[in-house]
């Protein structure tokens, strides 16, 4: 298996992917867990299994964007694919998606196997050239980056043989408007363990901190990079210098007198709230004190024969 591919294709991977492969991988593993013994023997090891089923999306030019994604039925034995229910599934999407095609197809593991290049080789009749999307299951809490992997096939000559070989090819998570709001909605989601709205609170600006930490980070390699072209330490990248122009060009976009009256707005009526707040809570412990202080002083009175002070 080669590195990277040459093939010079970007693909953009939705997280509607991800979600059907890890939710597939999910049922199967639970289904697929035997029963605890009674006799308190400890259960011996069992093999992960193996997930597979076709992403489809569309091509434009040299950009391949992978939107969804469906289960395949496969057989242990022959090391393929159900054609038929692919092709019924594939027309019923057709339904629903017209321009949606089948890109590739899916699997769960660590590597690709031997037999996965059967499967890849049979799906060339739909795609002459189809992907391989891999997800890694297994948990690794030192991993940064998602645990998933998109290959392509190139033939390689090796011993005078041309043979397919898997290659791996990078990509970028894209979304729509659709899906980062279903993705927001997920994240939060209150805990199954009961967490507290201050829980929550927390973890929400914890992953707010970890995304602006994140972005300066981003931004101080570009500017050290940008000054180390600037020096002629590294040789000039008109590509990256063009990209860096059309981020900076975004910049004026947030100085117009409109953004900054709608800043100052929305600012002006988070302080708002925010006084509201402290001025309820205020208003609430004063009463608390005064019904504290109405009760003790009933009491007293009545002890006294005298009336209510309140």
């Known amino acids: 298996m080669a590195s990277s591919s040459s093939s010079g294709l970007t693909f953009k991977l939705h997280p509607l992917v991800l979600l059907n492969i890890s939710d597939h991988y999910t049922r199967v593993k639970s289904q697929s867990q035997p029963p605890h013994s009674s006799n308190g023997a400890a259960d011996s090891p069992t093999v992960p299994p193996r997930v597979f089923g076709c992403v489809i999306g569309v091509q434009s030019g040299r950009t391949v964007e992978i939107f969804n994604s469906f289960e395949l039925l496969y057989d242990p034995v022959t090391h393929s694919l159900d054609r038929t229910f692919l092709e019924k599934k594939q027309e019923l999407y057709k339904k629903v998606f017209p321009n949606f095609y089948v890109l590739g197809w899916y699997s769960s593991g660590s590597d690709a196997h031997e037999s996965d290049m059967h499967i890849h080789k049979a799906l060339m009749d739909i795609n002459e050239s189809p992907v391989y999307v891999l997800l890694n299951p297994s948990i690794n809490h030192a991993q940064k980056d998602l645990p998933l992997t ?125 006084y509201l707040a402290m001025f309820t809570n205020c208003s609430s412990t004063m009463n608390e004190l005064v019904d504290k202080f109405s009760t003790a002083y009933d009491r007293h009175s009545r002890r006294g024969g005298r009336t209510a002070f309140i």
Do not use: W
């Open 150 to 274: 998109i290959y392509e096939s190139e033939l390689h000559v090796i011993d005078g043989i041309p043979q397919l070989i898997f290659v791996q090819a990078s990509y970028q998570i894209e979304t729509v408007e659709a899906e980062r709001i279903s993705v927001d909605h997920v994240a939060h989601l209150k805990p199954s363990d009961g967490g507290s709205a201050a829980t929550q609170l927390a973890a929400h600006l914890t992953g707010i901190h970890s995304a602006i930490k994140m972005l300066n980070s981003r931004i101080r390699v570009l500017h050290h990079y940008l000054l180390a072209m600037q020096k002629g330490d590294i040789p000039c990248d008109n590509s990256l210098l063009r990209q860096v122009s059309s981020l900076l060009r975004r910049l004026p976009a947030i100085e117009s007198e409109k953004f900054k009256d709608d800043f100052l707005m929305e600012y002006n009526d988070t302080l708002l709230v925010s």
